[in-house]
T-cell receptor, first 114, second 113 residues
Framework: QKEVEQNSGPLSVPEGAIASLNCTYS??????FFWYRQYSGKSPELIMF????GDKEDGRFTAQLNKASQYVSLLIRDSQPSDSATYLC??????????????FGKGTHLIIQP | ETGVTQTPRHLVMGMTNKKSLKCEQH?????MYWYKQSAKKPLELMFV???????ENNSVPSRFSPECPNSSHLFLHLHTLQPEDSALYLC????????????FGDGTRLSIL
């Protein structure tokens, strides 16, 4: 049973601070990792993806991956009220040679306080 | 505009009705997916289609029947649904092979009376 675990929150962060979102996964064979943002009543929107150990930065967002610890995180710098949403961690366990479904966590509800 | 269009956006149906959900992707992708999102539960993968062939059926009840007539269109046919099937049904697409991300449509909010 593939599992992806996230703290459901809510995680409350002051505006301008760094928000840190964490995710662990159970399948050691997992190959690729995704962070989606979902506003209430909307569909998931891709924020970041990471395949290799280490950090990957894109604007205010940094994804961090540690395959040995089966841990992936998302950092949001200079948090804005518009960042308030549910952040979903998703893991793909297939080889990537074809189409593989994603296993999602329940999501972390992030609140940025003005 | 996400590049993945789902219709209808909302659907209310009785347990004896038959209806279909439609998904169309305009991204040139060759893989399409159906997911179910229920309250307080993670998104659950239902079906995967790659190059119009079903490659994964994630133990979904037979009252859900997918159809992929071409790489741009995906349907989910519904019949004799149960109240617990009320949920947000999301379609996604991606470009394979490789580890390309999946892009989601806006979903169909389904309510079973």
């Amino acid at each position: 049973q593939k599992e992806v675990e996230q703290n459901s929150g809510p995680l409350s962060v002051p505006e301008g601070a760094i928000a840190s979102l964490n995710c662990t996964y159970s399948d050691r064979g997992s190959q690729s990792f995704f962070w989606y943002r979902q506003y209430s009543g909307k569909s998931p929107e891709l924020i970041m993806f990471i395949y290799s150990n280490g950090d990957k930065e894109d604007g205010r967002f940094t994804a961090q991956l540690n395959k040995a610890s089966q841990y992936v995180s998302l950092l949001i710098r200079d948090s804005q009220p518009s960042d308030s949403a549910t952040y979903l961690c998703a893991v793909r366990s297939g080889s990537g040679g074809g189409a593989d479904g994603l296993t999602f966590g329940k999501g972390t509800h992030l609140i940025i306080q003005p | 505009e996400t590049g993945v269009t789902q219709t209808p956006r909302h659907l209310v149906m009785g347990m004896t009705n038959k209806k279909s959900l439609k998904c169309e992707q305009h991204l040139g992708h060759n893989a399409m997916y159906w997911y179910k999102q229920s309250a307080k539960k993670p998104l659950e993968l239902m079906f995967v289609y790659s190059l119009e062939e079903r490659v994964e059926n994630n133990s979904v009840p037979s009252r859900f029947s997918p159809e992929c007539p071409n790489s741009s269109h995906l349907f989910l046919h519904l019949h004799t649904l149960q109240p617990e099937d009320s949920a947000l049904y999301l379609c996604a697409s991606s470009q394979g092979p490789g580890d390309q991300p999946q892009h989601f449509g806006d979903g169909t909010r389904l309510s079973i009376l």
